[in-house]
């Protein structure tokens, strides 16, 4: 049972130009949200979060959006660079599992970004 | 910002044999450490949650005789993969949580190949 999906494995997008990554959860427990960036061959780095208090959050040129209601977020790079090109990763996790020894975070397949020059 | 690493980067080994590999967190103390798998094209799986001190917490359907792990110090976690056989050949993936947010943060994984 895939509770974090990513349905798209795949986006290609023109420098310049906004990419658009969608995530969709079917846990309704699940109240804090990650996106990771991955390079072949090497472990995911942290991008951005959003908790369910929350309908939005903003760090640069990332932004993820909440649908707590779709359950489904976004994540909009803007404006996107080649260097952007990887796989990103979306997961999910309960808050309160954060601050328990637990806090294990689901993760969605993944979608593989490339920017062309 | 927190580093963790893994050695090793890459394992080639024969079917039958056993492999360990280590999680370091270089400039924090982690009480928590957890080991992924993640095959082609697919999630991140959780196999295990590893406390230091303490038996580690296995994910349904991971074999924890298979899959041994030992969090002996609050800065390394191990994960031995038992009599491997071709279908654990897979990139394995550990995170450490950081205390003072609980933040993870990944090692850069290793990749084995059973043959």
């Known amino acids: 049972d895939q509770q974090v999906k990513q349905n798209s494995p795949s986006l290609s997008v023109q420098e310049g130009r906004i990419s658009i990554l969608n995530c969709d959860y079917t846990?309704?427990?699940?109240?804090?949200f990650l996106w990771y960036k991955k390079y072949p061959a090497e472990g995911p780095t942290f991008l951005i979060s959003?908790?369910?208090?929350?309908d939005k959050n903003e760090d640069g040129r990332f932004t993820v959006f909440l649908n707590k209601s779709a359950k489904h977020l976004s994540l909009h790079i803007v404006p996107s660079q080649p260097g952007d090109s990887a796989v990103y990763f979306c997961?999910?996790?309960?808050?309160?599992?954060?601050?328990?020894?637990?806090?294990?975070?689901?993760f969605g397949q993944g979608t593989e970004l490339s920017v062309k020059p | 910002g927190a580093v963790v690493s893994q050695h090793p980067s890459r394992v080639i080994c024969k079917s039958g044999t056993s492999v360990k590999i280590e999680c370091r967190s270089l400039?924090?103390?982690?009480?928590?450490m957890f080991w992924y798998r993640q095959f082609p094209k697919q999630s991140l799986m959780l196999m295990a949650t590893?406390?230091?001190?303490?038996?580690?917490?296995?994910e349904q359907g991971v074999e924890k005789d298979k899959f041994l792990i030992n969090h002996a110090s609050l800065t390394l976690s191990t994960l031995t993969v038992t009599s491997a056989h071709p279908e654990d050949s897979s990139f394995y993936i550990c995170?450490?949580?950081?205390?003072?947010?609980?933040?993870?943060?990944f090692g850069p994984g290793t990749r084995l190949t059973v043959l």
């Open positions: 997961a999910a996790t309960p808050l309160v599992a954060i601050y328990n020894q637990g806090g294990k975070l689901i």
């Open positions: 400039d924090f103390q982690a009480t928590t």
């Open positions: 846990n309704s427990m699940f109240d804090y």
């Open positions: 995170s450490a949580r950081l205390p003072r947010n609980n933040e993870q943060f």
């Open positions: 959003i908790s369910s208090i929350k």
């Open positions: 590893s406390n230091e001190g303490s038996k580690a917490t296995y």
